[in-house]
Nanobody, 124 residues
Framework: QVQLVESGGGLVQAGGSLRLSCAAS????????MGWFRQAPGKEREFVTA????????DYADSVKGRFSMSRANAGNSVYLQMNSLKPEDTAVYYC?????????????????WGQGTQVTVSS
């Protein structure tokens, strides 16, 4: 059984930065592909970024390339999302998720493990 807990959300002005954390626990957590998704009110949940269990492969949605950076601890039990140059359209609940495959990392239904989400609000 794997549990994921996000933290670090909050209110920030446009152009500012925020760092989200996701603590993973469980017997298989160190081998999981980890992803970040977000969901704004009235909108569908969307892919943001993903990282391989080793931390050597990364993928970013076009909307966040050059602004967001994902990383994970060397031990693989925690992942992070550094968000820079934030825009009002980045406002959403951000979810940490885990899956066992890399090729399907952008597919929401391939993620078996999800955190509770953390709110990020960017003011204009």
């Amino acid at each position: 059984q794997v549990q994921l807990v996000e933290s670090g959300g909050g209110l920030v002005q446009a152009g500012g930065s925020l760092r989200l954390s996701c603590a993973a626990s469980g017997r298989t957590s160190s081998k999981l592909v980890m992803g970040w998704f977000r969901q704004a009110p009235g909108k569908e949940r969307e892919f943001v970024t993903a990282i391989s269990w080793s931390g050597e492969m990364l993928d970013y949605a076009d909307s966040v390339k050059g602004r967001f950076s994902m990383s994970r601890a060397n031990a693989g039990n925690s992942v992070y999302l550094q968000m820079n140059s934030l825009k009002p359209e980045d406002t959403a609940v951000y979810y940490c998720a885990g899956t066992t495959g890399w090729t399907t990392r952008r597919l929401i239904d391939q993620y078996a493990y999800w955190g509770q989400g953390t709110q990020v609000t960017v003011s204009s």
